[in-house]
């Protein structure tokens, strides 16, 4: 039991992490093209 939930907690920290480098990757991709500009 133990180890399903912690399973499932780490394939969710694993997505999360993912989503938060995406978000902040295209973060620094739009402030380049503002300082471009």
Known sequence: MYVL????GFII???LNIV???IS???IKN???D???
């Open 20 to 22: 938060i480098e995406g």
């Open 25 to 27: 990757y295209n973060i």
């Open 35 to 37: 300082s471009v500009k």
């Open 13 to 15: 920290g694993i997505l």
């Open 31 to 33: 402030n380049k093209k």
């Open 5 to 8: 939930i912690f399973a499932i």
